[in-house]
């Protein structure tokens, strides 16, 4: 184990050659690790050094590339360059008030032709929290910029789950490489690619760069740029991933959103893109209008007011996860699910949804698929399944929490007594699709009017407004009905035109009952009667009476039993009468 402890710049100076360090590196105080030759080089130099143990550096201690002795160390010629690699391979705590990295030298001859290069690679499969203090300014500085015009810093994030995670001030440096598998968190501040006019082995000026294979987890921050020259590139690549919070997503020109850099900004759509924001977010034009690999909807704001709004219309042959929070979309921004595509979990679920219009293309003959639907803070799904399609066939379905203002009694034939005044589904199609299964789902029975699961209390009820007579009639071919009051689900074989509404129907009135009975029931004892009865859902329910009768016509009231008020589970109740004669 080394520790260099020293108050007078105790130097561990690395000689021009691979190192390896096989145990722990502390460097404390105002020591430093300096990673450059004393003397003059003149031929291209990479250099690897490899710490095994942990590194620590605390105080005021630093990590030195190039050398503060004056003189004319470098002379050079066009193309030569000095790449220094400090690969860290377990645990890394960074703790000191000074920047990370200090780029110092003095009285380069002919610096514009050289380049000074420090790779910072992060290999361990743990690494702990980058913890800056108030005094620190960045992570890295450079010193008498003046004579080191061309000097690069590149971050690193190798290995097997690595993180990287500044917590307060900004992350700056010339290149930036996560590789697959690994990832960069940035916790509180924005990265900065910057440049250092740095030249390349051909002599070239190397643009600043952002290249993600892994994942980087950007929070509520950006990729920005410092004063540059020239303008940054930023690249996200097949098979990674990018998790933004911040309410203006993903842009891909103006200096907006997570990505702000005025070079190239490559979004590919192999990659992942998770939307975890805490405010109302939108998906940014940055994000690709088809996405192969995943869209994650992760967002914490409350369903009536908030979610993630989808910029473009979207097509996502890949994944669609609905994590938490939903998915606005509008006609011009519709989200398009082919044939490969999948939601998951299927149909969405409470608290994550699309709001807004869904479409599907490729349908699969006799497969049901179940729209993820909901509107302001309501889930509600829709199922259909398909029968003598082609490839060509598309449906678009939009579900509305709103009277569809057809539910007066001359709206619907006499098939009807009433239909729901609270909800409905619009389902619209182009190509030759003709029949299909349409099921809706009740996910509250009271909400939805629903009572009782039984037939002709609930049915499935369409109306057709692709033509002038727009009537609600009920549709009761193969009517299928499965679940309880409390929620359910009510399917028939029906007619497809170009634009129908389909929602909840009944054949009798509304019940006037506040509770859903599912059973009642006695026991004979020597002693009396033992009453059971359940139920499944209670409204204002303030107690139930009960009565006897011996001849079935007259009823006596023997007690009262307390109700549960409002309830939207199982309840159990009992009562014993003892007041027999007979």
Same mark, same amino acid.
């Given at each position: 184990?080394?520790?260099?402890?020293?108050?007078?710049?105790?130097?561990?100076?690395?000689?021009?050659?691979?190192?390896?360090?096989?145990?722990?590196?502390?460097?404390?105080?105002?020591?430093?690790?300096?990673?450059?030759?004393? @003397?003059?080089?003149?031929?291209?130099?990479?250099?690897?050094?490899?710490?095994?143990?942990?590194?620590?550096?605390?105080?005021?201690?630093?990590?030195?590339?190039?050398?503060? !002795?004056?003189?004319?160390? =470098?002379?050079?010629?066009?193309?030569?360059?000095?790449?220094?690699?400090? %690969?860290?391979?377990?645990? /890394?705590?960074?703790?000191?008030?000074?920047?990370?990295?200090?780029?110092?030298?003095?009285?380069?001859?002919?610096?514009?032709?050289?380049?000074?290069?420090?790779?910072?690679?992060?290999?361990? $499969?743990?690494?702990?929290?980058?913890?800056?203090?108030?005094?620190?300014?960045?992570?890295?500085?450079? *010193?008498?910029?003046?004579?080191?015009?061309?000097?690069?810093?590149?971050?690193?994030?190798?290995? %097997?789950?690595?993180?990287?995670?500044?917590?307060?001030?900004?992350?700056?440096?010339?290149?930036?490489?996560?590789?697959?598998?690994?990832?960069?968190?940035?916790?509180?501040?924005?990265?900065?690619?910057?440049?250092?006019?740095?030249?390349?082995?051909?002599?070239?000026?190397?643009?600043?760069?952002?290249?993600?294979?892994?994942?980087?987890?950007?929070?509520?921050?950006?990729?920005?740029?410092?004063?540059?020259?020239?303008?940054?590139?930023?690249?996200?690549?097949?098979?990674?991933?990018?998790?933004?919070?911040?309410?203006?997503?993903?842009?891909?020109?103006?200096?907006?959103?997570?990505?702000?850099?005025?070079?190239?900004?490559?979004? &590919?759509?192999? =990659?992942?893109?998770?939307?975890?924001?805490?405010?109302?977010?939108?998906?940014?034009?940055?994000?690709?209008?088809?996405?192969?690999?995943?869209?994650?909807?992760? !967002?914490?704001?409350?369903?009536?007011?908030?979610?993630?709004?989808?910029?473009?219309?979207?097509?996502?042959?890949?994944?669609?996860?609905?994590?938490?929070?939903?998915?606005?979309?509008?006609?011009?921004?519709?989200?398009?699910?082919?044939?490969?595509?999948?939601?998951?979990?299927?149909?969405?679920?409470?608290?994550?949804?699309?709001?807004?219009?869904?479409?599907?293309?490729?349908?699969?003959?006799?497969? @049901?698929?179940? /729209?993820?639907?909901?509107?302001?803070?309501?889930?509600?799904?829709?199922?259909?399944?398909?029968?003598?399609?082609?490839?060509?066939?598309?449906?678009?379905?939009?579900?509305?929490?709103?009277?569809?203002?057809?539910?007066?009694?001359?709206?619907?034939?006499?098939?009807?007594?009433?239909?729901?005044?609270?909800?409905?589904?619009?389902?619209?199609?182009?190509?030759?699709?003709?029949?299909?299964?349409?099921?809706?789902?009740?996910?509250?029975?009271?909400?939805?009017?629903?009572?009782? =699961?039984?037939?002709?209390?609930?049915?499935?009820?369409?109306?057709?407004? %692709?033509?002038?007579?727009?009537?609600?009639?009920? @549709?009761?071919? &193969?009517?299928?009905?499965?679940?309880?009051?409390?929620?359910?689900?009510?399917? +028939?074989?029906?007619?497809?035109?170009?634009?129908?509404?389909?929602?909840?129907?009944?054949?009798?009135?509304?019940?006037?009952?506040?509770?859903?009975?599912?059973?009642?029931?006695?026991?004979?004892?020597?002693?009396?009667?033992?009453? $059971?009865?359940?139920? +499944?859902? @209670?409204?204002?329910?303030?107690?139930?009476?009960?009565?006897?009768?011996?001849?079935?016509?007259?009823?006596?009231?023997?007690?009262?039993?307390?109700?549960?008020? *409002?309830?939207?589970?199982?309840?159990?109740?009992?009562?014993?009468?003892?007041?027999?004669? *007979?």
């Amino acid at each position: 184990n080394y520790t260099v402890e020293s108050t007078g710049k105790g130097i561990l100076h690395f000689p021009d050659c691979d190192f390896t360090i096989k145990s722990d590196l502390s460097l404390q105080n105002d020591a430093q690790l300096q990673l450059a030759s004393s @003397e003059g080089l003149y031929s291209p130099v990479q250099r690897t050094i490899f710490i095994n143990g942990n590194l620590s550096v605390t105080h005021t201690a630093l990590l030195q590339v190039g050398c503060p !002795n004056s003189g004319n160390i =470098a002379k050079g010629t066009l193309g030569q360059y000095r790449n220094y690699n400090l %690969s860290l391979r377990k645990d /890394f705590l960074y703790t000191s008030t000074t920047p990370l990295i200090s780029f110092h030298s003095k009285n380069f001859e002919n610096t514009i032709n050289e380049s000074y290069r420090l790779s910072l690679i992060f290999e361990g $499969n743990k690494l702990q929290h980058m913890i800056m203090p108030p005094a620190a300014n960045d992570l890295v500085q450079l *010193n008498e910029m003046e004579y080191i015009c061309n000097t690069t810093y590149a971050l690193v994030v190798s290995g %097997s789950g690595t993180h990287l995670i500044p917590q307060l001030y900004d992350l700056k440096a010339h290149s930036i490489r996560v590789d697959k598998s690994d990832t960069l968190t940035i916790a509180k501040e924005d990265i900065h690619i910057i440049q250092f006019a740095s030249f390349d082995t051909g002599g070239n000026k190397e643009a600043p760069s952002c290249n993600i294979s892994g994942i980087l987890d950007m929070g509520m921050n950006s990729v920005k740029e410092s004063t540059i020259q020239e303008k940054g590139i930023f690249q996200l690549l097949p098979g990674s991933t990018l998790i933004t919070a911040h309410p203006q997503g993903i842009d891909t020109i103006a200096a907006i959103g997570c990505i702000q850099n005025s070079g190239t900004r490559l979004f &590919d759509e192999g =990659a992942n893109y998770i939307f975890n924001g805490y405010t109302t977010q939108k998906t940014g034009t940055g994000l690709p209008s088809r996405i192969l690999g995943s869209l994650t909807i992760d !967002n914490s704001t409350m369903l009536l007011n908030g979610g993630v709004l989808l910029s473009k219309r979207t097509t996502i042959p890949g994944t669609l996860y609905l994590n938490r929070g939903k998915l606005l979309t509008t006609v011009q921004s519709p989200l398009v699910i082919p044939h490969t595509g999948l939601t998951l979990p299927e149909g969405g679920k409470p608290n994550s949804f699309v709001d807004g219009e869904l479409v599907k293309t490729g349908l699969d003959n006799g497969k @049901e698929f179940i /729209f993820p639907l909901g509107n302001k803070d309501k889930w509600a799904r829709l199922g259909i399944t398909y029968f003598n399609t082609t490839p060509t066939d598309t449906v678009k379905a939009t579900y509305f929490k709103n009277d569809p203002g057809l539910s007066n009694s001359t709206a619907h034939d006499t098939s009807l007594h009433h239909i729901s005044s609270k909800e409905y589904w619009m389902l619209k199609k182009t190509g030759t699709l003709q029949h299909a299964r349409i099921k809706l789902y009740w996910e509250s029975g009271n909400y939805s009017g629903i009572y009782t =699961a039984k037939s002709q209390e609930v049915l499935l009820a369409r109306a057709d407004t %692709s033509g002038m007579l727009c009537r609600w009639q009920r @549709e009761s071919t &193969d009517l299928i009905i499965n679940g309880s009051a409390l929620q359910g689900n009510v399917s +028939a074989y029906t007619e497809i035109h170009s634009t129908n509404l389909f929602t909840f129907g009944s054949l009798y009135g509304i019940n006037p009952l506040p509770i859903e009975l599912l059973s009642f029931s006695g026991t004979g004892s020597g002693k009396g009667n033992i009453l $059971n009865w359940v139920t +499944a859902s @209670e409204k204002n329910n303030r107690y139930f009476n009960i009565q006897r009768s011996v001849d079935g016509n007259q009823f006596t009231t023997l007690g009262q039993v307390n109700g549960k008020g *409002n309830s939207n589970t199982l309840t159990h109740y009992t009562y014993f009468d003892s007041l027999l004669s *007979n």
